[in-house]
């Protein structure tokens, strides 16, 4: 059975409910000591704040160069996907001619051999 039994007596059972009563503190608020290490761990006011934004300037720049990157990346990957097939070279006159105008409607068949 564990629980609390009001003795001196401290076995692994029990804990004792006496205790010494509170030390008595002064109403004074404890006096700070500051030493020159202490003071030249805190970096003053206006300079925390240019660090703040050098931080954020840096950040902004790696993700900018991040983003070109990727883009010229992706620009590369389609030039040189467009560049697999080469240009029809047909005579003049093969193909229709195109012009701007109304929409028209295409017949496009699949060219198969059907017995």
């Not at 070279?89 to 017949?107: K, Q, R, V, Y």
Request: aromatic share 4%.
């Amino acid at each position: 059975m564990h629980g609390y039994r009001a003795s001196n007596e401290v076995g692994p059972d029990y804990v004792s409910v006496t205790s010494a009563p509170p030390e008595h503190r002064s109403a004074s608020p404890p006096t700070v000591v500051t030493t020159a290490a202490a003071s030249a761990a805190v970096p003053p006011r206006g300079r925390t704040w240019w660090r703040l934004l050098l931080g954020c300037v840096s950040v902004l720049l790696c993700s900018a160069g991040v983003a070109a990157t990727v883009v010229l990346e992706q620009v590369h990957t389609l030039r040189d996907a467009l560049s697999q097939n080469k240009a029809l070279s047909l005579p003049s006159g093969t193909l229709a001619p195109t012009a701007w105008g109304a929409p028209e409607t295409l017949l496009l068949s699949e060219m198969t051999s059907d017995p």
